[in-house]
């Protein structure tokens, strides 16, 4: 039995809410930077094939290193990987992973990091500066090791029932592994409000508190723990909690689904879209009166799958949502990720994966994979009902590039309709050229979650810096108010699909900046119904007014919370 008190003291940790909600759980905690892992065990009789795969990892990783040998980056870089060459080959090394995986009985990621997290401490305890800048080296060849195993893709064991995640970082990707088994709660020290990784969690209904330093030396596997999601913060549990916990979860279970969506007409006046990522939540999408899917993210629908897909896999998966939108619009976002998720590793990550290789830069940049999606979304239009939107466009140049690929193989294809092509504007650059966007689009989306991040400079992955993600800033607001009423000149749609579109708080003012349709997350869809249809627009009109004079955020965020208690309190529209 885990004590509720560590060292000692009921321990509480505060960290940020993004994912509101109270769980109680068994910590686990999950480690690897590009393939996540976390401990767990395997079968007898399964040793010989993991001890057989750690081999086959090894041998990959050793013809990176000659390779990267005869062919150096740098002129000095040939030494360092001859040293890591020698590390990854000592049989020591080998030979200790191989036997805690027979013994143990665990998966080769956790071998490996059972034995380098040994030797790691050993060095780095060391007096010696070489044996301590030999512990970097180590980490250095293991982590090519762990990319590696990566590489296979096999897929993550099941998590345990009633497991809270715990995990410096959790990636958007391992989320989504864990959707047959879901966490009931994650902490992290790092990923802000608008990380990916939270918004499935809020999706899904999963607490989460961010921003807890040191995460993984606070809690150990096993460690009960009660997340309060509401509040951001984190104790340790006694065993009594933990149980009326679970009993608690169990009765709510069986009370809460009856009745959740009583109202599901349409709004007069709006269109309400959901975002969507993975085309088993189309159904319930639109019978909780979705008009259609506003946004697919693609790169959502092949969980365990890594690198591209392969054209007939995403086919099915694309057509799938077609049939299941049964003659609805789907909105198929094209692959959103970056080189780092895609590749095998090999080669030195990108320093800034957001401003780097990724979105439409990666596939224009990786012309015939992307073909393959394009192709695969093409196919799947038999009825006409989906349309494509493009991540991250940074201007006509763009746009006028995939189109061309677009017009290309649809050229090739017979009995198939041409979809309407989107914009997603999250880039300064595209707010600003936006009426010339508008000739080379039939719809804009406004991802605000990126908008936000790109305007003002600030990683929407960092927790440290959450302060400075300010979606009132005057910025933000001038460029969503240019965007739609350039828009709207034009006679085309604009849709509002990141966070800010989903949150109650956020809606009334965006309505008085003009925003008529808007694609939000599945959980969202019956609170921005219920806003939508109580908001008297003029009214919500002449705050936006008000606000649109204000030169700081906090002095926007003030007059909002003054307007809205002033003139809708019934909806209490706070800022949780
Ligand atoms: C956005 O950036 O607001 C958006 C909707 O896309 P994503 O969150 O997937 O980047
Ligand atoms: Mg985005």
Known sequence: MVSPLKDGLRASY???????????????LVVGRKRQFFHAEIAKQSVDAEIERFRAAVTYASLQLEALIAKPPTPNAADIFDAHLLILESSSLLDAVAEVIR???????????????????????????????????????????????AGERS??????PNTVIVATELLPSTMM?????????????????TSHTFILARESNIPAVSGIKRVNRRFDDGDLVIVDGDNG?????????FERSIKDRASRGTASTAGAEADDSAVPAFRLYVNIDSSTKITKGLERGALGIGLLRSEYLFPGIKGWPDEERQFREYAAAAEAADGREVRIRTFDFDLDQVSFGGREPEKNPALGMRAIRLGLAREQRFRTQLRAIL????????????????????????????????????????????????????????????????????????????????????????????????????????????????????SLCGEMGGSAFYVPLLVGLGAEEFSVKLSSLSTIRR??????????????????????????????????????????LTRT
């Open 14 to 28: 505060a960290g940020r809410s993004v994912s509101h909600g109270r769980a109680v759980g068994r910590a686990l």
């Open 103 to 149: 013994t143990d009985l665990v998966t080769a990621e956790w071998a490996l990091k059972t034995v380098t997290d040994k030797l790691v401490s050993s060095q780095r305890a060391s007096a010696d500066v070489h044996l301590r800048q030999k512990a970097v080296d180590i980490e250095d060849v293991a982590e090519r090791v762990s990319n590696a195993l």
């Open 155 to 160: 897929a993550l064991p099941p998590l345990p």
């Open 177 to 193: 592994e864990f959707s047959g088994t879901p966490p009931v709660a994650i902490i992290t020290e790092r990923g802000g409000w």
């Open 233 to 241: 913060f984190v104790t340790f549990a006694s065993e009594e909690e």
């Open 379 to 494: 196919r799947a239009n038999t009825k006409g009902n989906i349309s494509i939107i493009l991540p991250m466009v940074a201007g006509v140049q763009d746009i006028k590039q995939v189109r061309s690929l677009i017009d290309d193989e649809f050229s090739r294809l017979d009995g198939i309709q041409f979809p309407k092509i989107g914009a997603m504007i999250e880039l300064p650059s595209a707010v600003l050229v936006i009426d010339q966007i508008l000739k080379n689009v039939d719809f804009l989306a406004i991802g605000t979650n990126d908008l936000v991040q790109y305007t003002l400079g600030v990683d929407r992955d960092d927790e440290m810096v959450a302060d400075w993600y300010q979606s009132l800033h005057p910025a933000i607001l001038r460029s969503i108010s240019r965007v739609i009423d350039a828009a709207k000149a034009v006679g085309k749609p604009t």
């Open 531 to 572: 806003i939508l249809r109580s908001l008297d627009r003029e009214k919500a009109a002449e705050i936006a007014r008000v606000v649109m004079e204000l030169d700081t955020t906090q002095a926007v965020e003030d007059a909002l919370v003054a307007a809205y208690r002033t003139f809708w309190p019934e909806l209490q």
